[in-house]
């Protein structure tokens, strides 16, 4: 992880400095600093101590000052690097960057699960694979611990029948027939519905959950209250996807799913304000 994780931090800054920092090679001699991670605003820590291992990758000694979950103040060291002065420099952003969008990540996971969980302690609020490009494996860490359920980390994880898979095969029934004939007892089937008749058919063909999507709190309601009406309720787990946002998952979580499932925490989550600051030679 430490080597993957420098080897993505280079690759960052061989997109913000293809040939070099201009600025920093023109001024900047061969000097040792130390330096520090500033949190600008308040937040949650997360992957500080994966990111000082991969600056050590890199050759800089790094310190992380905060743990995984633990809460900081606007102010507040984060973490502690010296070593080399251009490298620092030339990694600057690349860090701060990645960094940031990870501290939004957790922040906003944990401002949705706690106000999901006042309206309804029992449903898991959950993310889905739609991730910034190459930040997967780290934005599923920081919704992880901001609170909430990684859902599948890749298309290897479990089988999901979604419309497009439905489309081409024809219909549910057959779809997880083929699904069941195929793939291990270790993966689990899921199958993407939007209404009560295919989320009843799903049922009864075997699944283990079902995947209700872009539907409204009410026909989600509606679909729980079809599948409780036949005894069907309690056979698969029940989440939904689809639009939405802090705005509307409190009507969804009154419908009483057992998932929601979200891009906003891992698409639209605020990035935390962070800052790197030398503050000695």
């Known amino acids: 992880m430490p080597q993957e994780l420098a080897q993505l931090l280079l690759n960052l800054v061989k997109e913000d400095a293809p040939l070099g920092d201009v600025t920093t090679e023109a001024i900047i001699g061969d000097v040792e600093v130390k330096a520090v991670l500033m949190a600008k605003e308040s937040g949650y820590a997360c992957c500080i101590l994966d990111l000082a291992e991969a600056l050590k990758v890199l050759g800089l000694n790094a310190n992380a000052l905060k743990h995984d979950g633990e809460y900081f103040n606007p102010g507040e060291p984060l973490m502690v690097l010296s070593g080399n002065a251009k490298v620092i420099l030339v990694i600057e952003r690349s860090l701060l960057n990645v960094l940031s969008i990870l501290l939004g990540v957790v922040k906003t996971t944990r401002e949705i699960v706690e106000m999901v969980h006042r309206v309804n302690p029992r449903v898991k609020v959950a993310a889905t694979r739609k991730t910034i490009p190459c930040l ?33 095969i024809g219909n549910v029934e057959e779809a997880v027939k083929m699904a069941k004939g195929k793939v291990t007892f270790m993966h689990k089937i899921e199958v993407e519905v939007s209404n009560a008749e295919d989320a009843v058919k799903a049922i009864k063909a075997g699944v283990d959950a079902v995947l209700v999507d872009n539907v409204t709190p009410a026909q989600l309601k509606q679909i729980i209250g079809a599948l409780e009406a036949l005894g069907l309720r309690e056979k698969a787990i ?44």
């Open 136 to 168: 997967r494996p780290l934005i599923k860490k920081a919704v992880a611990v901001g609170g909430a359920d990684t859902h599948r980390l890749s298309l290897s994880d479990a089988v999901l029948i979604k419309d497009n898979h439905i489309a081409i």
């Open 238 to 281: 029940i989440e939904v996807s689809g639009g939405i946002t802090p705005d509307n998952i409190n009507e969804y979580a009154k419908a009483n799913p057992d998932v929601i499932s979200t891009s906003y925490i891992t698409m639209k989550a605020k990035p935390v304000d962070i800052s790197l600051e030398v503050i000695s030679k």
